[in-house]
């Protein structure tokens, strides 16, 4: 029971909510009226920090974006919003409680990440358009916080990864039911397969760039012998459920990172040496250089247009003379190597290439679905938008993370006496982040919740995996979390 005094305090702060509720109400600030649930949230993030984050991850891919709403920009709620809550708890634990050990800012993964982010940072301050990109930066750093940084302390209790991956593998799981239904209506019809993911994924290679995510996961999990044979079951039928909407999404990019994830997987099964990977892809890329224009003209040749026939589907990735899809693509890659050229070094700022681009486009290169004001978006590549936006340590940044997150998942997988649901996990993110950085040469999707939770959470899985190798348990972690288990 409240005492006197606490009854004096409650009535006081019940009062202070209705009065501004009221005065929102007024204004028309019709968003304010959630206030009294975020300061519910905000009580459950300080008492159970790894409860809300799993919570966090669970609605992400049911959250829906709003294009525009009373806070005067696009949000995609409720995750977004849970996500600012766990970066100002990020911090609050940073400068105050100072409980994040010093052997994770050290790690290669976090420099790595520090650099893009910081060069992402940076170059908001030169940008051509400051506004845009300080905000394109501020959503990268409150997903690296939320994900990577407060992830990291909480997967070094090893039973909070598995438990990070289903959280989002169930709910997908629901969408994969929900699209693969409306596509039915249409008797699996090639066009409605673009949309019929809507309102939760914005278009089809999208949705297929995070399902293609998860299938390392989810085959992981099948196959795991140490799980009952209930988990065996529910696992095989996630897993049948990610790769129905894997091939049902149609994205041609989604599945050829599937088969280049697969390629990487048998490298590393059969413990190819990476100096032998390394001069092959050299050899591979001088061939091409050497003999480019007979293999353009080849690829030229190609007339094979997007079908609804998969065969015929896929062998149109390499139409380059007549798909729509691949002629736009090359143009915006040609248009951000021309914003470049103009500004090397710093770029035009993070978030402004939507905005820059249509200049740099040349009249004898659009296509049929192409805007002369150049108001379609993305560079369609995570390598060239950068590159465009944030010059040449931009990209660099970017490429250097995929290297050294590669680096980092071997020595996990490979090191003497790591256990099978440690290889299992760290297969499972390392796998997955190569499908998204494959994926990344085609389209870009770090700016969207969606894509964000798994990339940087599957990097933070790796980090704290890598940790614990070389950590003992009781050094490591928030004060919240629970001993270390060695299975999931």
């Given at each position: 029971?409240?005492?006197?005094?606490?009854?004096?305090?409650?009535?006081?702060?019940?009062?202070?909510?209705?009065?501004?509720?009221?005065?929102?109400?007024?204004?028309?600030?019709?968003?304010?009226?959630?206030?009294?649930?975020?300061?519910?949230?905000?009580?459950?993030?300080?008492?159970?920090?790894?409860?809300?984050?799993?919570?966090?991850?669970?609605?992400?891919?049911?959250?829906?974006?709003l294009k525009e709403s009373d806070l005067g920009a696009a949000l995609s709620l409720p995750s977004e919003a849970l996500i600012i809550l766990m970066t100002v708890?990020?911090?609050?634990?940073?400068?105050?409680?100072?409980?994040?050990?010093?052997?994770?800012?050290?790690?290669?993964?976090?420099?790595?990440?520090?650099?893009?982010?910081?060069?992402?940072?940076?170059?908001?301050?030169?940008?051509?358009?400051?506004?845009?990109?300080?905000?394109?930066t501020a959503t990268r750093i409150w997903f690296v916080s939320a994900f990577y940084f407060l992830g990291t302390q909480l997967f070094l209790d090893k039973r909070?990864?598995?438990?990070?991956?289903?959280?989002?593998?169930?709910?997908?799981?629901?969408?994969?039911?929900?699209?693969?239904?409306?596509?039915?209506?249409?008797?699996?019809?090639?066009?409605?397969?673009?949309?019929?993911?809507?309102?939760?994924?914005?278009?089809?290679?999208?949705?297929?760039?995070?399902?293609?995510?998860?299938?390392?996961?989810?085959?992981?999990?099948?196959?795991?012998?140490?799980?009952?044979?209930?988990?065996?079951?529910?696992?095989?039928?996630?897993?049948?459920?990610?790769?129905?909407?894997?091939?049902?999404?149609?994205?041609?990019?989604?599945?050829?990172?599937?088969?280049?994830?697969?390629?990487?997987?048998?490298?590393?099964?059969?413990?190819?040496?990476?100096?032998?990977?390394?001069?092959?892809?050299?050899?591979?890329?001088?061939?091409?250089?050497?003999?480019?224009?007979?293999?353009?003209?080849?690829?030229?040749?190609?007339?094979?247009?997007?079908?609804?026939?998969?065969?015929?589907?896929?062998?149109?990735?390499?139409?380059?003379?007549?798909?729509?899809?691949?002629?736009?693509?090359?143009?915006?890659?040609?248009?951000?190597?021309?914003?470049?050229?103009?500004?090397?070094?710093?770029?035009?700022?993070?978030?402004?290439?939507?905005?820059?681009?249509?200049?740099?486009?040349?009249?004898?290169?659009?296509?049929?679905?192409?805007?002369?004001?150049?108001?379609?978006?993305?560079?369609?590549?995570?390598?060239?938008?950068?590159?465009?936006?944030?010059?040449?340590?931009?990209?660099?940044?970017?490429?250097?993370?995929?290297?050294?997150?590669?680096?980092?998942?071997?020595?996990?997988?490979?090191?003497?006496?790591?256990?099978?649901?440690?290889?299992?996990?760290?297969?499972?993110?390392?796998?997955?982040?190569?499908?998204?950085?494959?994926?990344?040469?085609?389209?870009?999707?770090?700016?969207?919740?969606?894509?964000?939770?798994?990339?940087?959470?599957?990097?933070?899985?790796?980090?704290?995996?890598?940790?614990?190798?070389?950590?003992?348990?009781?050094?490591?972690?928030?004060?919240?979390?629970?001993?270390?288990?060695?299975?999931?």
């Amino acid at each position: 029971m409240l005492d006197l005094s606490q009854k004096w305090k409650f009535g006081i702060f019940a009062s202070l909510i209705t009065v501004l509720q009221a005065l929102f109400v007024y204004q028309q600030f019709y968003w304010y009226l959630l206030l009294p649930i975020g300061l519910i949230l905000l009580v459950w993030l300080i008492s159970s920090v790894d409860k809300f984050f799993l919570f966090a991850v669970f609605v992400t891919p049911l959250s829906i974006e709003l294009k525009e709403s009373d806070l005067g920009a696009a949000l995609s709620l409720p995750s977004e919003a849970l996500i600012i809550l766990m970066t100002v708890l990020f911090y609050f634990k940073l400068f105050v409680e100072k409980s994040i050990p010093a052997s994770f800012w050290k790690h290669p993964i976090t420099l790595t990440v520090l650099f893009h982010v910081g060069w992402m940072l940076l170059s908001s301050f030169t940008s051509t358009m400051p506004i845009v990109s300080l905000k394109a930066t501020a959503t990268r750093i409150w997903f690296v916080s939320a994900f990577y940084f407060l992830g990291t302390q909480l997967f070094l209790d090893k039973r909070n990864i598995p438990r990070f991956f289903w959280m989002y593998v169930v709910p997908l799981a629901g969408i994969v039911i929900y699209a693969t239904y409306r596509l039915a209506v249409f008797n699996f019809e090639k066009q409605p397969a673009h949309w019929v993911m809507d309102p939760f994924y914005n278009d089809h290679t999208h949705y297929g760039a995070v399902l293609a995510m998860f299938v390392p996961f989810v085959i992981g999990a099948t196959l795991f012998a140490r799980f009952s044979s209930g988990w065996r079951i529910f696992s095989l039928l996630m897993a049948l459920l990610i790769c129905a909407g894997l091939f049902f999404s149609i994205s041609r990019a989604a599945w050829l990172s599937v088969i280049a994830a697969a390629g990487l997987w048998v490298i590393m099964l059969l413990k190819i040496r990476w100096t032998v990977v390394f001069g092959t892809s050299v050899a591979l890329a001088g061939l091409f250089f050497l003999f480019q224009t007979e293999i353009i003209m080849s690829l030229e040749q190609n007339k094979q247009e997007s079908s609804g026939d998969v065969g015929q589907h896929f062998r149109s990735a390499t139409n380059i003379s007549s798909d729509a899809s691949n002629l736009e693509r090359i143009l915006r890659w040609k248009a951000a190597v021309r914003m470049f050229k103009e500004r090397p070094i710093m770029g035009f700022g993070p978030g402004t290439y939507a905005f820059q681009y249509a200049p740099y486009q040349r009249s004898n290169e659009l296509t049929i679905i192409s805007t002369n004001f150049g108001s379609l978006g993305s560079a369609h590549s995570e390598y060239l938008l950068p590159l465009s936006e944030q010059g040449l340590p931009g990209m660099l940044s970017f490429i250097l993370l995929g290297v050294v997150i590669v680096w980092v998942g071997c020595r996990v997988i490979f090191l003497p006496g790591a256990n099978q649901s440690t290889k299992v996990l760290a297969y499972a993110a390392l796998l997955g982040l190569a499908t998204y950085f494959i994926h990344a040469f085609l389209n870009n999707f770090l700016d969207t919740d969606e894509a964000s939770v798994p990339f940087w959470g599957m990097a933070a899985v790796l980090t704290a995996l890598d940790l614990n190798s070389e950590v003992k348990p009781i050094e490591k972690g928030l004060s919240h979390t629970s001993d270390f288990s060695e299975d999931p």
